[in-house]
């Protein structure tokens, strides 16, 4: 008997302890959400950093992922808009789902840019809400992982102080690389590049960069020869220096720009596991640093 | 029908309309979010179709442009423990009736992981049966589907109840529907009645119903209800190839309408339908929207008792009562070379179920390659060659030219 009730002491003992269940969308999320979490949870993300995440495919395994998640963190401002609401109906979890206690949109932490006036899908695959792409902005990763620490203590008011320190210690950690990063990046300040789609305004926004347009004629439309052949024409005209694109975009057209217009393709990554399975948000972003000064200091 | 067909599309003008003139004056409230955001998802699909060829039966061609279906779809969810989604179809250039296609609310806050949907709907049973017309793979369903499922496919009034599973670490889901009949062809009812014009004793032509439901309907007691039940099971191979398995089997068996002494006034068909299904796929992680291939199979059988066919103007027996076994099944592979590309071929084989003669199986083959070139995601333009061999060796060549455009919200992918 005695056995018995020390077991359940402790099985019981085990069970309070058991960390909170987090799935993000994307993998920048988890890494935010791991930072914060630390050991009161355990992270899962529902896509790579090499898919584009516009397109991920809403694979019934991702489901199994979501059905005993405490918290859903997504991106938001319909970037999953093609894929999540169906892995989250089949999940069959109320609290995941929008409006539930264990849903959360990260996009509501941060103050979104190109937000339409007029929406239309004659302007493209357009975003309602707003450009979704707002972690390629470090200064957003610090507003997103103090609104993280916020939720989780909403769900785990236990683990209050811990989320609330590791936010604040991985906000300065943020920081300070921000500062380090942004004299770095001072020789860069007013380049002109062209970009694969509209994922780096934020980036762009914070580095000082300035495009000069998009492979892609409208977001989601792949690029037609005539408009290739104005792209060609605009960057020789303008001395446009850098092509950037991602992973998951076909080459053939950013090296046909390269080639033709002597600019340089930085191949970016605004996701852990991108380019490299090991990478976390930091690393990315230093290397995203990186890639743009080797570029426009050639 | 009519009446709330003009309601429906009043409301869908008028949530158009509005939207657009507070546009237009640039109304502040329209850009918080918590004043419009309640409004239901309403999308709008149109299919267009061009065809030509030379049928087996001249008389039953179909050559020239049709508006094959304008489906609107209205989706909300209806408070935190359910949502509802109507599909309204059946509207077609040749001014056909619109129908409510399905209309149910999906419970989604049941405890132990279960869902449960009631209202009119398309029940989950093999792998096509619940997809669209204009979401279809290829231009036309596989023969399969139409002869097996009917048109309308097998569905209609009633609930559903499913709940997923992950023993050994696959995914496996089970759902169970319980519905008023199988639907389509295979229910009963004046939606289902099919008419003959006969000449009666005065010379005067009049029209009269013939089966299959000529006469009055099972009682609606719950023996006479329709039962329709599927295990899936997925896997992913490796992150770039899955394997989707899924097993399916429906039953309907309404008890014949006897009088007091128990004398058979009217019998029903019964049938029996089974169906498995293997999909194939392989897609990329990186280049995942340039590159992908799919392999899909389904094979179907019925096990179908027939009723007697009476004449309609003696009752005199015209086909006697029969059991039929049949078999059909459809294959096809589609591959996606570039982002807006995709071809494929699809090989169907057709056991006719509605033929009686169980030593003759009146059976077709057909094989059909197709292209497809989608503009956006909200666009696609189709064209598809079916070369088909009919029963008696006639062969019939169709080709296809189909166009599909979506107006509305971005709608989540099926899997």
Same mark, same amino acid.
């Given at each position: 008997m005695k056995r018995i009730l020390l077991a359940l002491f402790f099985s019981a003992g085990g069970l309070a302890a058991a960390p909170l269940k987090v799935v993000t969308t994307t993998p920048d999320l988890a890494d935010l959400a791991r930072r914060v979490g630390g050991e009161r949870v355990s992270v899962a993300c529902l896509s790579r950093g090499v898919q584009d995440p516009h397109f991920v495919e809403a694979k019934p395994s991702l489901i199994l992922k979501l059905r005993e998640a405490d918290l859903y963190i997504q991106?938001?401002?319909?970037?999953?808009?093609?894929?999540?609401?169906?892995?989250?109906?089949?999940?069959?979890?109320?609290?995941?789902?929008?409006?539930?206690?264990?849903?959360?949109?990260?996009?509501?932490?941060?103050? $979104?840019?190109?937000? =339409? !006036?007029?929406?239309?899908? /004659?302007?493209?695959?357009v975003h309602p809400g707003g450009n979704p792409h707002y972690l390629g902005d470090p200064r957003n990763a610090v507003a997103v992982a103090a609104g993280l620490a916020g939720k989780l203590a909403e769900l785990d008011p236990a683990g209050k102080p811990m989320y609330d320190a590791n936010a604040r210690a991985y906000g300065e950690r943020l920081w300070l690389k921000i500062v380090e990063w942004e004299k770095r990046l001072a020789p860069a300040r007013g380049a002109r590049y062209v970009s694969y789609h509209r994922n780096l305004v934020y980036f762009a926004d914070w580095a000082g960069l300035s495009s000069?347009?998009?492979?892609?004629?409208? $977001?989601?439309?792949? =690029? !037609?020869?005539?408009?290739? /052949?104005?792209?060609?024409?605009?960057?020789?005209?303008?001395?446009?220096?850098?092509?950037?694109?991602?992973?998951?975009?076909?080459?053939?057209?950013?090296?046909?720009?390269?080639?033709?217009?002597?600019?340089?393709?930085?191949?970016?990554?605004?996701?852990?596991?991108?380019?490299?399975?090991?990478?976390?948000y930091l690393s990315v972003m230093e290397r995203n640093v990186g890639e743009i000064i080797a570029a426009v200091s050639r | 029908m009519h009446r709330l067909f003009g309601r429906l599309l009043a409301v869908v003008f008028s949530v158009f309309v509005v939207n657009g003139s507070l546009k237009a004056e640039g109304a502040s409230w329209l850009r918080n979010p918590s004043a419009s955001a309640l409004n239901p998802k309403i999308s709008v699909i149109a299919d267009f179709l061009a065809q030509t060829g030379t049928p087996g039966d001249p008389s039953q061609t179909e050559d020239g442009f049709h508006l094959r279906e304008v489906e609107i779809g209205i989706q909300a969810d209806v408070d935190p423990y359910a949502r509802a989604d109507f599909f309204i179809g059946g509207l077609d250039g040749d001014g056909s009736a619109p129908e409510l296609e399905e209309g149910y609310v999906t419970l989604t806050a049941l405890p132990g992981g279960i869902q449960a949907r009631g209202g009119k709907f398309r029940a989950n049973f093999g792998r096509l049966n619940m997809v669209h017309p204009h979401e279809l793979p290829q231009v036309d369903a596989p023969l399969a589907l139409d002869a097996f499922l009917g048109e309308g496919r097998l569905g209609g009034a009633g609930a559903e109840v499913s709940r997923i599973f992950a023993p050994w670490g696959l995914f496996a889901e089970v759902s169970y529907a319980l519905l008023q009949d199988l639907g389509g062809e295979h229910g009963h009812g004046e939606e289902h009645e099919d008419t003959t014009s006969v000449v009666d004793i005065n010379g005067s032509t009049v029209t009269v119903a013939v089966a299959p439901g000529e006469g009055p309907a099972p009682a609606k007691r719950l023996r006479n209800f329709a039962h329709a039940g599927k295990i899936r099971v997925y896997k992913d191979l490796t992150e770039t190839i899955n394997l989707d398995l899924g097993f399916s089997g429906a039953l309907y068996e309404p008890k014949d309408r006897t009088d007091a002494t128990g004398a058979v006034l009217e019998d029903y068909d019964r049938k029996r339908l089974a169906a498995a299904d293997l999909t194939l796929r392989w897609k990329p992680l990186a280049q995942g929207t340039y590159r992908s291939f799919l392999w899909r199979t389904e094979f179907l059988y019925a096990d179908w008792s027939l009723a007697p066919v009476l004449s309609p103007l003696d009752g005199s027996v015209e086909e006697p009562a029969a059991r039929v076994h049949r078999r059909a099944g459809y294959s096809y592979v589609e591959v996606q070379p570039a982002k807006r590309w995709r071809w494929g071929l699809r090989g169907d084989y057709l056991e006719d179920p509605a033929v009686r003669d169980s030593t003759a199986p009146r059976i077709t083959r057909a094989v059909a390659p197709y292209v497809s070139f989608s503009p956006s995601e909200f666009h696609r333009v189709r064209l598809q060659w079916t070369r088909s061999r009919l029963p008696g060796g006639d062969t019939e060549n169709r080709g296809y030219l189909q166009w599909t455009v979506l107006l509305g919200p971005h709608g989540a992918h099926a899997f």
């Open positions: 991106t938001g401002l319909e970037l999953e808009a093609g894929w999540a609401p169906l892995l989250l109906q089949g999940a069959r979890r109320a609290q995941v789902q929008p409006g539930g206690t264990g849903f959360l949109d990260a996009s509501r932490f941060v103050r $979104p840019l190109e937000v =339409p !006036s007029d929406v239309s899908r /004659a302007g493209g695959d000069a347009g998009e492979i892609e004629p409208k $977001p989601g439309i792949p =690029p !037609s020869p005539r408009h290739t /052949a104005d792209l060609i024409k605009l960057m020789k005209e303008q001395k446009i220096p850098l092509v950037l694109t991602m992973p998951y975009y076909e080459k053939r057209s950013s090296d046909a720009l390269a080639a033709a217009t002597g600019a340089r393709v930085v191949v970016m990554s605004l996701m852990p596991d991108g380019v490299s399975r090991e990478d976390d | -």
